[in-house]
């Protein structure tokens, strides 16, 4: 645990946090983004290159881009006057704790069940292609299929219907 | 800018390692243990430096380009040939009120510029700007590039909403919409050379491209794939970087000036570098990806210092942007919409395929023959087929006449 790790750390903490609280809703979204960003950097800080990059460019590139779209498309950006809380905000509370300690415990157990690698591997984008298109090509493939689905879905609903003038 | 072992000392090599060896010899200078992070440092005031250095240089060539084609001076009073312009300009953009909008959410509008240039820096970092001459010679460094640039989106929306404008509005909803319709063909346009070059690695896709039959250079661009490959590319980076004809987020005679409406001073000034500081980075990594990147054109230019080829590239490539700009009209948002999603990405979706059926076939000319006859029928096939729907007949005006 390096001073690095804790800095960011409460970045991501920080920005996770400001999503939730602040105003605005597209002040959350862009603390979302300090969020994700934080995210891809603890991912770097752990030597994943792969993944940090990944990362920075789906989240931040991407599904930041996508939630502010919807946010402006939507419902405007007015600020709510009532507060931000939901007023189911200790069931949400709730279910957040309950998910957290699962992943928590579930992680917690791995640590104890798997065999502790010895060094520190070295993964370069190589070995993750070749494990993606090796031993988890299945789940890629199902990923794929359920990708593509989704496109012809949006691009179905998106398309004008026949009869109606456009 | 690494440091690697220099084992002859001829004159083209000191001059071709010129930057490597100043840098080792200024970090000599300290104690051991603090030169790794000194060269870093050293590299990163070299690129803050050249950069900028070489925009203010490009914008007064653009002037004098745009008026040489539009038949007029230019710029000609600050300075011999009017080349002291940038420095006026600068210095005007220095000393010019910061007007920020009553209502612009000011935390936001003044984060998206400085955003915008910082990411669009981080780029250069993974650049190789010649031999030896790369920041971090990072193993996904095409993954990093691009992530940069994805992240550059962002600051546009930022820019666009925080002004509470509605031309910064619609401009930063253009400009973002653009730009993610275009990053699609972008990026699989790399992939191609990914698939090809077996690495993500920029030094790595360079030395892939080294090679010479006879004088003539392997370059991605001499094959067919390459070179459907490098048009995409080139349609799709000049979209990234909002410039003409794709320049409609800006389109002044339909919202101002587009997401940076409400900029003014030295802010807007960021946002101008930012431009052209994207135009150079997207130029290097085409020249990186296409090019051959910092080798030479023909095999006994080698003498020539590589880091001269690779700034004579990207500045053939920044000609190139502006010679575009005065000579095409801008396009429509219906035309640039179905142009990336109905052209452009099928044609880059079968690019793909027939990068690996290149990849696969072996050496031998049965290769070319395929893949060319492939690219040059799908290309003329929908082509045809997209011009038969249009209907194309002659033009009728509605208030005209």
Redesign the interface.
Same mark, same amino acid.
């Given at each position: 645990m390096s001073p690095i790790f804790y800095v960011l750390a409460v970045l991501t903490v920080a920005g996770g946090l400001a999503a939730v609280l602040l105003k605005?809703t597209?002040?959350c979204a862009?603390a979302l $983004?300090v969020a994700f960003a934080g995210l891809a950097l603890l991912f770097l800080n752990l030597d994943a290159?792969?993944v940090g990059?990944?990362q920075?460019?789906i989240y931040?590139?991407?599904v930041?881009?996508l939630v502010?779209?919807a946010i402006?498309l939507t419902r405007g $950006?007015e600020t709510p006057q009532a507060g931000v809380f939901s007023r189911s905000w200790f069931v949400g509370l709730v279910i957040a704790a309950g998910v957290f300690s699962v992943l928590g415990w579930a992680v917690l157990q791995s640590a104890r069940v798997l065999p502790q690698p010895s060094a520190i591997p070295s993964v $370069?984008?190589?070995d993750i292609g070749v494990a993606l298109l090796g031993r988890y090509v299945l789940p890629l493939e199902i990923v794929a299929l359920l990708l593509t689905s989704a496109t012809i879905g949006a691009v179905i609903v998106a398309m004008h219907e026949k009869g109606r003038p456009q | 800018m690494l440091a690697a072992p220099v084992s002859t000392h001829s004159v083209p090599v000191i001059v071709d390692q010129a930057f490597v060896l100043f840098k080792d010899w200024l970090v000599s200078f300290l104690p051991p243990s603090w030169r790794p992070a000194a060269g870093v440092v050293l590299c990163v005031i070299a690129i803050v430096c050249v950069f900028p250095g070489l925009f203010a240089l490009t914008t007064v060539f653009e002037r004098k380009g745009l008026g040489r084609m539009q038949n007029r001076y230019g710029p000609n009073r600050v300075g011999p040939y009017g080349f002291f312009q940038p420095v006026a300009d600068g210095i005007k953009s220095l000393t010019k009120e910061d007007v920020v909008p009553l209502n612009a959410?000011v935390v936001?509008h003044f984060l998206a510029p400085l955003t915008l240039v910082v990411t669009v820096f981080m780029g250069f970092a993974v650049l190789p700007m010649g031999r030896n001459m790369v920041l971090a010679n990072?193993?996904?460094g095409l993954?990093?590039f691009?992530?940069?640039s994805?992240?550059t989106?962002?600051s546009v929306?930022?820019a666009g909403?925080s002004s509470r404008n509605k031309y910064s509005?619609l401009g930063a909803?253009r400009a973002?919409a653009q730009m993610?319709s275009y990053?699609v063909p972008l990026l699989l346009t790399t992939v191609a050379v990914v698939m090809i070059a077996?690495?993500?690695s920029l030094p790595k896709i360079v030395a892939a491209q080294s090679g010479y039959t006879g004088v003539f250079p392997h370059w991605y661009i001499f094959t067919p794939w390459g070179l459907a490959s490098f048009l995409v590319f080139a349609i799709a980076a000049t979209a990234e970087t909002n410039r003409s004809p794709f320049d409609l987020p800006e389109g002044e005679s339909e919202i101002v000036a587009g997401y940076h409406t409400e900029y003014s001073g030295f802010k807007f000034a960021l946002f101008f570098l930012g431009e052209y500081l994207a135009m150079f980075s997207i130029s290097g990594i085409g020249v990186t990806l296409f090019l051959g990147g910092w080798s030479a054109p023909l095999s006994f230019l080698n003498v020539v210092p590589s880091w001269f080829w690779f700034f004579s590239k990207v500045m053939v490539s920044i000609f190139v942007f502006i010679w575009m700009r005065g000579t095409l009209p801008r396009l429509r948002q219906d035309q640039l919409m179905n142009f990336a999603w109905k052209f452009v990405l099928p044609f880059t979706l079968l690019n793909l395929g027939v990068t690996a059926l290149w990849r696969f076939m072996g050496e031998g000319w049965a290769r070319w023959v395929v893949s060319s006859v492939i690219l040059v029928g799908v290309y003329v096939f929908m082509g045809r087929v997209g011009m038969f729907k249009k209907h194309f007949g002659p033009r009728s005006y509605r208030y005209a006449e």
């Open positions: 605005n597209v002040h862009l $983004t290159q792969f990059f990944a920075i460019l931040i590139g991407a930041a881009i502010v779209f402006l $950006t $370069t984008v190589h | 959410d936001v990072l193993d996904a993954l990093f691009f992530s940069m994805a992240a989106e962002l929306f930022m909403w509005l909803m973002v993610i990053e077996g690495s993500l």
